[in-house]
């Protein structure tokens, strides 16, 4: 099973809204609405911030939201702010083991 | 509120077998799934496998069948991955995740235990 596709890298300025992708297949993102987002600062442990595509864990910012289209799953961050500047990774349920599958990553950098 | 607690920083040769460990407090006895990542230095996220605590029902990613075991002690809440032997390549930062039954999403994680192997 290969990793979910992600751009390398977004970036943009403070205040500004960005959108990071994810593309799979029909036997992962486009097969399930089981898509979840994390958020990884450096040396640090990833973090959840999205669940079943658009659903946001109580103490998330609703600067964060989630869709899906297709086999395509995207990540939105609106009013950019400095500490937005982190590593993001999709993650999918799938039918084969591990039953789960990351996206390669994007690094998203603030003007 | 969950927590998970991973062992500490390890530094092996190759060839040496390691047990790291990821213990789980404040969950409903068994009713979740933990699950094992890998991150090599300055790359991505990669799922090793995922083990339910209540019957150790295992998943194991294709890419490490073989070459590590995932258990579990539901006694002590504790769940382990395991080298036999231990290569230069399995250098990196492991992280134990988890999964409540039923839903598809991990939260919280691990801090990671680093794992380095060199002679």
């Known amino acids: 099973q290969s990793a979910l596709t992600q751009s390398a890298s977004v970036s943009g300025s403070p205040g500004q809204s960005i959108t990071i992708s994810c593309t799979g297949t029909?036997?992962?993102?486009?097969?399930?609405?089981?898509v979840s987002w994390y958020q990884q600062h450096p040396g640090k442990a990833p973090k959840l911030i999205i669940y079943d595509v658009t659903k946001r864990p109580s103490g998330v910012s609703n600067r964060f939201s989630g869709s899906k289209s297709g086999y395509t799953a995207s990540l939105t961050i609106s009013g950019l702010q400095a500490e937005d500047e982190a590593d993001y990774y999709c993650n999918s349920y799938m039918t084969s083991s591990p039953n789960y599958v990351f996206g390669t990553g994007t690094k998203v950098t603030v003007l | 509120e969950v927590q998970l607690v991973q062992s500490g920083a390890e530094v092996k040769q190759p060839g040496e077998s390691l047990k790291i460990s990821c213990q789980v407090s404040g969950h409903s006895f068994g009713d979740y799934w933990i699950g094992w990542v890998r991150q090599m230095p300055g790359k991505g996220l990669e799922w090793m496998g995922i083990i339910h605590f209540r019957d150790s029902d295992t998943r194991n990613s294709p890419s490490f069948q073989g070459q590590v075991t995932i258990s579990a002690d539901k006694s002590i809440t504790t769940a382990y991955l395991h080298w036999r032997s231990l290569k230069a390549s399995d250098s990196a930062i492991y992280y134990c995740?988890?999964?409540?039954?039923?839903?598809?999403?991990?939260?919280?994680w691990g801090r990671g235990t680093l794992v380095t192997v060199s002679s």
């Open positions: 029909s036997s992962d993102v486009g097969g399930f609405n089981y």
């Open positions: 995740t988890c999964a409540v039954d039923g839903t598809t999403w991990f939260d919280p």
